[in-house]
C-alpha cells in the first residue's frame, strides 16, 4: 500500500480539531439535545500518491476521475505525475489548469494554459481558458482577445460565444454581448443551463449587472420565439430588481411574447409555471 497525501491529513485532522474544541467549549451543565449536536466526521480515506509504475494514460486517467469527485489537489498529483512521463501532452496541461481555477489561483492556471498552448498552437480549449483567467482578473480585453483566438480555431463551440458574451458585458458592450449570446444559443440552445464539458464557462460576476443580464439573455429567447426561456429569464430579471423592465412593452423582440397569457400574468406578479 502506497502511503497517504500528507496534505489530506493534515486538512483532515485540523478539522477534526476545531470540531472537537466546538464540543469541548460546550458548558457541561448545558448539553444539547441530540439534534442539535455536532458530531466529529470519521476520518476521510486519504488518497494514495501516484504509483511509479502506472503508465502516463493511466495516471491521467486516474487524474480525471479524482477531478470529476471535486478531489482537485489529489487530481493534480496524477496530473503532474502524468506529465513526468509525458511532459509535452497539452491536455494534461489543461486539466492542470483547471484544477487551479477550482481552486481559486487564476495565476497559477494561466501557466498551465500557456503550457497547454505553446506545445499545442491549435489548442482552442487552452486559449479559452486562457481568457476565463483573464476575466477573472478583470482584465476583460484580454480575455476577449483569447476568446476570439478559441473561436478562430474553432468557430462552432457554443461556450466560447458564451464566455466571450460574458466579456463584453463585463465592459458594459452590451450590444456585441448580445451578438456572442446569439450565437452561443443558435449552436446550442440550451447553454445558459449547462456549463461546458471541454472549457471553463465563465460567468457574469458584477452583481450590480446581474439583473441586466438577465433581462439580456430574456429578450434573446424571445427573439428567437423560446418563451419557456424567455419567461424564465425574464422572471429572474425581475426577482433581481431590473429598473428598466419596463422595456417589455416597447421592444419589437418581446412582441410574440406579450400575446403569452403567461407573460400578463407575470408582470401582473401573479403565479406563473415556468420551468426553473
Same mark, same amino acid.
Given at each position: 500500500?502506497?502511503?497517504?497525501?500528507?496534505?489530506?491529513?493534515?486538512?483532515?485532522?485540523?478539522?477534526?480539531?476545531?470540531?472537537?474544541?466546538?464540543?469541548?467549549?460546550?458548558?457541561?451543565?448545558?448539553?444539547?439535545?441530540?439534534?442539535?449536536?455536532?458530531?466529529?466526521?470519521?476520518?476521510?480515506?486519504?488518497?494514495?500518491?501516484?504509483?511509479?509504475?502506472?503508465?502516463?494514460? &493511466?495516471?491521467?486517467?486516474? *487524474?480525471?476521475?479524482?477531478?470529476?469527485?471535486?478531489?482537485?489537489?489529489?487530481?493534480?498529483?496524477?496530473?503532474?505525475?502524468?506529465?513526468?512521463?509525458?511532459?509535452?501532452?497539452?491536455?494534461?496541461?489543461?486539466?492542470? @489548469?483547471?484544477?487551479?481555477?477550482?481552486?481559486? =489561483?487564476?495565476?497559477?492556471?494561466?501557466?498551465?494554459?500557456?503550457?497547454?498552448?505553446? =506545445?499545442?498552437?491549435?489548442?482552442?480549449? *487552452?486559449?479559452?481558458?486562457?481568457?476565463?483567467?483573464?476575466?477573472?482578473?478583470?482584465?476583460?480585453?484580454?480575455?476577449?482577445?483569447?476568446? /476570439?483566438?478559441?473561436?478562430?480555431?474553432?468557430?462552432?463551440?457554443?461556450?466560447?460565444?458564451?464566455?466571450? @458574451?460574458?466579456?463584453?458585458?463585463?465592459?458594459?458592450?452590451? &450590444?456585441?454581448?448580445?451578438?456572442?449570446?446569439?450565437?452561443?444559443?443558435?449552436?446550442?440552445?440550451?447553454?445558459? &443551463?449547462?456549463?461546458?464539458?471541454? @472549457?471553463?464557462?465563465?460567468?457574469?460576476?458584477?452583481?450590480?449587472?446581474?439583473?441586466?443580464?438577465?433581462?439580456?439573455?430574456?429578450?434573446?429567447?424571445? /427573439?428567437?420565439?423560446?418563451? &419557456?426561456?424567455?419567461?424564465?429569464?425574464?422572471?429572474?430579471?425581475?426577482?433581481?430588481?431590473? /429598473?428598466?423592465?419596463?422595456?417589455?412593452?416597447?421592444?419589437?423582440?418581446?412582441?410574440?411574447?406579450? /400575446?403569452?397569457? =403567461?407573460?400578463?400574468?407575470?408582470?401582473?406578479?401573479?403565479?406563473?409555471?415556468?420551468?426553473?
Amino acid at each position: 500500500m502506497f502511503p497517504p497525501t500528507i496534505r489530506r491529513v493534515s486538512l483532515a485532522v485540523s478539522a477534526s480539531f476545531v470540531l472537537l474544541c466546538i464540543l469541548i467549549a460546550a458548558p457541561a451543565k448545558a448539553l444539547p439535545s441530540q439534534a442539535d449536536q455536532i458530531q466529529v466526521a470519521s476520518p476521510m480515506r486519504p488518497t494514495l500518491s501516484p504509483p511509479e509504475d502506472a503508465t502516463a494514460d &493511466e495516471l491521467e486517467a486516474q *487524474g480525471d476521475a479524482l477531478r470529476s469527485k471535486k478531489l482537485y489537489l489529489d487530481a493534480m498529483d496524477y496530473f503532474h505525475a502524468a506529465l513526468k512521463k509525458t511532459p509535452d501532452k497539452p491536455s494534461v496541461y489543461n486539466k492542470l @489548469g483547471i484544477c487551479e481555477l477550482m481552486l481559486q =489561483r487564476p495565476k497559477d492556471a494561466a501557466k498551465d494554459f500557456q503550457q497547454a498552448v505553446r =506545445r499545442d498552437k491549435k489548442f482552442a480549449d *487552452g486559449y479559452n481558458n486562457l481568457g476565463v483567467t483573464e476575466y477573472l482578473r478583470h482584465k476583460y480585453g484580454a480575455a476577449v482577445r483569447h476568446y /476570439k483566438k478559441a473561436l478562430d480555431l474553432a468557430a462552432g463551440t457554443a461556450s466560447y460565444y458564451n464566455n466571450l @458574451g460574458a466579456a463584453y458585458f463585463a465592459r458594459k458592450d452590451f &450590444e456585441r454581448a448580445s451578438q456572442a449570446y446569439t450565437e452561443a444559443v443558435h449552436l446550442d440552445p440550451d447553454i445558459f &443551463e449547462r456549463s461546458s464539458h471541454t @472549457g471553463v464557462a465563465a460567468q457574469v460576476a458584477s452583481p450590480e449587472d446581474r439583473a441586466h443580464y438577465w433581462f439580456v439573455l430574456a429578450k434573446l429567447y424571445a /427573439k428567437i420565439n423560446d418563451s &419557456e426561456h424567455s419567461l424564465a429569464f425574464l422572471r429572474k430579471a425581475m426577482e433581481s430588481g431590473y /429598473k428598466s423592465v419596463s422595456e417589455v412593452y416597447t421592444d419589437p423582440e418581446f412582441a410574440a411574447l406579450r /400575446k403569452d397569457n =403567461r407573460f400578463t400574468d407575470l408582470m401582473k406578479g401573479k403565479p406563473v409555471a415556468i420551468p426553473e
